[in-house]
């Protein structure tokens, strides 16, 4: 499975940006796909995710009711839509995939490149 990120970029607060994760190769063995960030000078952190096949999500609590995770199956890609962005919302953004469908913040075996946004207050 190869996993490609994109639509990162520069906004300001309250602005707003569509990422998108487009999975390739042997993409029906995925169940699950997240979305993970790292701030400079932070550890990687887990920002959503959800179920390929129902659809259920999860968030850490400082994106909830800004960000959604959204997968369109006939295009195999999963969205992160980033509304009301704030300067601490500032990292290099990743997608990961894997076969597994449970705990949808644990491990995840593919990953894809980063994709950078940057927000200024």
């Known amino acids: 499975v190869q996993l490609q990120a994109s639509g990162g970029g520069s906004v300001q607060a309250g602005g707003s940006l569509r990422l998108s994760c487009l999975a390739s190769?042997?993409?029906?063995?995925?169940?699950?796909m997240a979305w993970f960030r790292r701030a400079p000078g932070k550890e990687r952190e887990f920002v959503a995710a959800?179920?390929?096949?129902?659809?259920?999500?999860d968030y850490v609590n400082s994106v909830k009711g800004r960000f959604t995770i959204s997968r369109d199956s006939a295009k195999n890609t999963v969205y992160l839509q980033m509304n009301n962005l704030k300067p601490d919302d500032t990292a290099v953004y990743y997608c990961?995939?894997?076969?597994?469908?449970?705990?949808?913040?644990?491990?995840?075996?593919?990953w894809g490149q980063g994709t950078l946004v940057t927000v200024s207050s």
């Open positions: 190769g042997r993409t029906s063995g995925i169940n699950k």
């Open positions: 990961a995939a894997d076969p597994t469908e449970y705990l949808l913040r644990g491990s995840y075996v593919y």
């Open positions: 959800i179920r390929w096949g129902t659809g259920s999500t």
